[in-house]
């Protein structure tokens, strides 16, 4: 088993960047090539990156996504899938060059970052057994893999708005969904996002009661997370009240994403006591 | 007049074209040579009776009338056809320049590109296809189509076809009214669902309306100064609701798409109009087009957030964008057409090997039946069935690959008279 996760850790990563570059090919040179194998690719990548998972739980006895890697990898995994439906769906393959290279970055990250910290095995905590932890981790995933493909469709929100606006027709129009479908979308995925992280801060909270010793909620992490929370809540809030536009929010999804970025990895590898396993 | 001057070997397509388009002669004349139904019906009826022509087909259109015939004497049907389609109705086509001619692969060649629009006016307009076909089924019905054009013109359709399903020879707005729905389209989910106001209705914003209409807009209001041009607008479009013109403003707080086209020597709407609007309206995106010269929308309303304003210079960006993306793609529809000239040839080709092939099928029939006439008696009768079956297999399994190799290479007459030779195709007694 072991070797098989060694393997797949460094293939997926490569098998990511090419299908990426499939996607590439589909978008920017309409290639009849890419056309055929960009979509069975995928979900050969997808496959095989859910086998890689499973492996881990076989392997650990426990959720994948006890260290920071892992977690990633769970991230990429996530946004893979929601590709694969909104693709299956027939709504946006043009979108695909953009969130898979998203996936291939996450993935990537995670071997880099598995090859660089660790060498053996996960730690094993009680926790991580926990089924109450287990939704907590699964509902903080899922919110920051939504947040993460929100964050792609705001990119090209924006990209497509500015060449709208400006009479430019780049290489972003007639490739890309209507702008309102952009808009949906990304508002579709802040708001699985918003609630699943609500789910997960809930459930952080519930479950840190039961700790003997209750973190600080000074912890850096806890702060980021709920920064993160409000952060999003606001935007949804704003385009109730004050009236934003698709415009303002993609700004708030794309500001969201940075900060996801630096808690992913700044703060979960240097600044946090007791969360440093996620 | 203009000719190939490469010349084709024997057994090359039998085929001649006498045309003129928009490239070669002026509205005034093809307006003359061009033909309605009957009268291109009766044409090919009279062609048809000359000796000298075996097939005809005629097409005709605004752009170009072209007659591609499969002569029995080429030089016989090209007079016959340039007389009688041609210079009779207008003497001054015999003008150098004026007509061209095209023979055998060539004339085939441009049929396949006039059907996939690599000859049209506006690069890859879709009608043409339509107007082949058409011209097709008219061929047909007067019995001026025989096996060489009707296999012509199914191998123009399916380049046709092709080139518009595996290029992008067609796509993009080449015109302002559907460079306006393909802006549209950009924005919102689908054209069904917006509000289309026009502000104007004059000459533009008839020609404008069109392709709204067609592409799916339901809603349409318009606001003119003048009732009366607005009533004429309501005529041709009695979907169109007519609001009073002062009411553009608040018309355009319900809009998706504004289209201006006024002739107002100062804006009919300002920044200050739409921004207004946009504060009236749910966080929906605004498209304006300003058709007007001087423009009849503030540019300043282009900085309001959310609201996307296009000008006449703008749309002929895109169009002229999309001009060199269909240009970019020719090389591609040339490939297509090339594999289907390849097809033609040689199913053409495999039409002089048939009859060769009818004899040697039949010769090996009758030597299998003689055969089996001999030997049945010696079998029992229940195995009779299963020896007519496996003789049947074994004949058409023996003579498929042969079959095969003498269509490919039909034009290779002295493979044709080795087989000939071979299997004594020439005599009809059985060694």
């Known amino acids: 088993m072991q070797t098989f996760l060694d393997i797949a850790t460094i293939l997926l990563p490569l098998a990511y960047l090419l299908v990426a570059i499939d996607y590439g090919f589909l978008f920017f040179a309409s290639q009849p090539f890419a056309e055929r194998t960009a979509t069975p690719a995928l979900r050969g990548t997808v496959l095989l990156h859910f086998a890689y998972l ?216 240097f600044l946090t006591g007791f969360h440093g396993f996620l | 007049m203009s000719s190939d001057s490469k010349s084709s070997p024997p057994s090359d397509l039998p085929l001649l074209l006498i045309g003129t388009d928009f490239r070669c002669s002026p509205l005034e004349l093809r307006e003359r040579v061009s033909f309605a139904k009957e009268e291109a019906e009766k044409a090919l009826v009279h062609l048809l009776a000359r000796a000298e022509v075996a097939e005809a087909f005629l097409l005709s259109t605004c752009n170009r009338t072209e007659l591609y015939l499969q002569p029995r004497d080429e030089d016989g049907a090209y007079q016959a056809a340039l007389d009688m389609v041609f210079l009779a109705r207008a003497p001054e086509l015999e003008r150098p320049g004026r007509l061209y001619v095209k023979r055998n692969g060539e004339a085939a060649r441009h049929l396949m590109a006039v059907a996939s629009g690599l000859e049209s006016m506006v690069l890859g307009e879709p009608e043409i296809l339509g107007q082949v076909k058409q011209a097709s089924v008219l061929a047909e019905a007067v019995g001026a189509e025989g096996p060489v054009l009707k296999r012509l013109l199914r191998s123009a359709t399916s380049a046709g076809r092709r080139t518009r399903q595996e290029t992008a020879i067609s796509a993009g707005a080449v015109s302002i009214g559907y460079a306006i729905v393909e802006l549209a389209r950009q924005i919102f989910s689908g054209l069904e669902e917006c509000r289309v106001l026009m502000v104007g209705a004059g000459e533009i914003a008839h020609s404008v309306t069109r392709p709204l209409l067609e592409r799916g807009a339901r809603e349409l209001v318009v606001a003119n100064r003048s009732l009366e041009r607005a009533a004429q607008f309501k005529e041709e479009f009695p979907s169109a609701e007519l609001v009073p013109f002062d009411r553009r403003q608040d018309e355009a707080a319900q809009a998706d798409l504004v289209v201006v086209s006024t002739g107002a020597d100062e804006p009919v709407l300002t920044r200050k109009h739409i921004a207004q609007a946009m504060r009236a309206r749910p966080s929906r995106p605004l498209l304006v087009v300003d058709l007007g010269v001087p423009r009849n929308v503030e540019p300043a309303a282009g900085k309001v957030e959310n609201v996307f304003l296009h000008t006449i210079d703008s749309l002929d960006l895109l169009i002229q964008r999309n001009l060199k993306r269909r240009r970019d793609e020719v090389p591609r529809a040339e490939e297509i057409i090339e594999q289907e000239l390849h097809h033609f040839r040689a199913w053409f080709r495999a039409l002089g090997a048939e009859p060769l092939i009818a004899r040697l099928q039949k010769q090996a029939e009758r030597i299998r039946q003689h055969e089996l006439a001999d030997a049945l008696p010696r079998f029992p009768a229940e195995t009779h069935a299963d020896l007519e079956r496996l003789t049947r297999s074994l004949v058409r399994k023996i003579l498929h690959h042969p079959s095969s190799r003498l269509r490919d290479g039909a034009d290779d007459l002295s493979r044709l008279d080795l087989v000939r030779e071979l299997f004594h195709l020439d005599d009809d007694e059985i060694g």
């Open chain 1, 54 to 269: 499973v492996g881990e739980v076989v392997q650990w006895k426990q959720l994948p996504a006890a260290t920071v890697p892992q977690a990633l990898s769970v991230v990429a995994f996530a946004v893979a899938v929601v590709y694969v439906f909104v693709e299956w769906h027939g709504r946006a393959r043009t979108t695909g060059f953009w969130l898979v290279s998203l996936v291939f970055f996450f993935q990537l990250l995670s071997t880099i970052l598995g090859a660089m910290l660790t060498h053996s095995s996960p730690p094993d905590r009680a926790i991580f057994h926990d089924p109450f932890f287990s939704l907590h981790v699964s509902l903080a995933l899922l919110g920051y893999a939504a947040f993460v493909v929100s964050a792609a469709y705001a990119f090209l929100f924006l990209q497509l708005y500015r060449d709208l606006k400006a009479g430019r027709f780049s290489t972003f129009y007639g490739k890309l969904p209507p702008l309102e479908v952009l808009e949906k979308m990304m508002i579709g995925a802040i708001w699985v996002g918003f609630v699943t992280l609500t789910g997960a801060v809930a459930t952080g909270a519930f479950w840190a009661e039961r700790l003997p010793n209750t973190p600080s909620l000074h912890d850096p992490k806890i702060l980021f997370t709920l920064a993160i929370w409000a952060l999003y809540g606001a935007a949804l809030l704003m385009r109730k009240l004050r009236r934003w536009q698709g415009r303002q929010t993609a700004l708030a999804s794309l500001t969201g994403f940075g900060v996801i970025l630096f808690s992913l990895m700044a703060v979960n590898l």
